[in-house]
């Protein structure tokens, strides 16, 4: 058993912990959570708010649930998407996933 523990500390009862090694620890791993975790996901939060908040009448979208349209009409929190000739949706804003490059719907056809 004296692989583990050294006979000192086995007979000095051990060394108390150093609290403040236990602090600058912690304070560690919050800091590689926020750079790992947080922060990546604040960038992309920002750039889906800047790309909903520039959707335009023609922009060719593609929505979370996959269906790809052009946009026809824009309001405050919804757009109206055109998915097919004559047939349009009501789609929230914030469900667009994508931007598609102009022409993309022509190119698919």
């Known amino acids: 058993m004296n692989f583990f523990i050294s006979d000192a500390m086995a007979q000095s009862g051990g060394q108390a912990a150093n609290p403040m090694g236990s602090f600058i620890f912690i304070g560690i791993f919050f800091?590689?959570?926020y750079f790992m975790l947080?922060?990546?996901q604040q960038k992309r939060m920002k750039a889906h708010n800047e790309m909903v908040g520039s959707l335009a009448v023609g922009d060719e979208v593609i929505?979370?649930?996959g269906t790809l349209g052009s946009i026809v009409a824009v309001d405050d929190a919804f757009i109206k998407v055109e998915i097919a000739p004559g047939t349009?949706?009501?789609v929230q804003k914030s469900a667009v996933?994508?931007?598609l490059p102009k022409g993309t719907i022509k190119s698919l056809k």
Do not use: D
């Open 88 to 90: 349009e949706i009501h």
């Open 63 to 65: 929505t979370n649930g």
């Open 31 to 33: 800091v590689i959570m």
């Open 97 to 99: 996933a994508k931007v």
């Open 38 to 40: 947080i922060r990546p």
